[in-house]
């Protein structure tokens, strides 16, 4: 699942009541909360992983039934980092939902915008956390065309939760998500996008 970073997140935590939620962090440990509201404090019951103090364990995390982060990208290029989207992109991890909050949705992907490695929970896809901060959308697709790989962007205060069985996503919260593929990249043809605009309580794979 993933939310941006102006989404109300609340609808979504609700589903996780009693479950084992282990919550991804590195330094101070807060929610970020929708409209600019200040940050919320974490529920008294959840285990709190800072991974700017210690590393991951696999034995906390393959407990866990929702694994939450706002890790900003720069964090996963840590050491702590590292282990804990290594574990993150393990097939091990099936029973577990995890939900990216804000900053930590682009690495989703297979790869992050600034062309690093993402986890992969979405494969062959490029996830943009904000659409209207992309600050070249037609660069971006023609990069996606070449590569023949998909588009997955929020704008404003969305959510979208991915099914890996289906290939499909579900568009919640106040914004819209924005789903991209290519026409095949036939010798002499120029590949175009298809495109689909997804509102809340709406379902579907990316265009064919």
Not at 117 to 145: E, F, K, S
Request: net charge negative.
């Amino acid at each position: 699942i993933l939310c941006a970073e102006s989404a109300d997140i609340n609808p979504v935590l609700a589903r996780g009541n009693g479950a084992r939620c282990v919550y991804l962090a590195q330094g101070p440990v807060k929610l970020p909360a929708a409209g600019g509201a200040e940050d919320a404090a974490l529920p008294a019951n959840w285990e709190i992983v800072d991974l700017a103090q210690v590393a991951p364990t696999d034995e906390s995390l393959a407990r866990a039934q929702l694994i939450v982060t706002a890790l900003p990208p720069a964090a996963w290029q840590e050491p702590h980092g590292v282990l804990a989207a290594q574990y993150l992109r393990s097939a091990g991890l099936t029973q577990a939902t995890i939900l990216l909050l804000g900053p930590a949705v682009e690495a989703a992907g297979a790869w992050r915008a600034d062309g690093l490695p993402g986890l992969d929970l979405i494969p062959n896809t490029l996830v943009l956390p904000n659409v209207q901060a992309a600050p070249d959308l037609r660069q971006v697709l023609g990069d996606l065309a070449h590569r023949q790989a998909r588009l997955l962007a929020l704008d404003g205060a969305a959510c979208v939760e991915y099914d890996p069985h289906t290939d499909s996503v579900t568009a919640s919260g106040e914004g819209s998500v924005l789903l991209a593929a290519f026409t095949p990249n036939d010798a002499g043809v120029q590949p175009s996008a298809r495109l689909h605009v997804l509102t809340a309580g709406m379902t579907s794979g990316w265009p064919a």
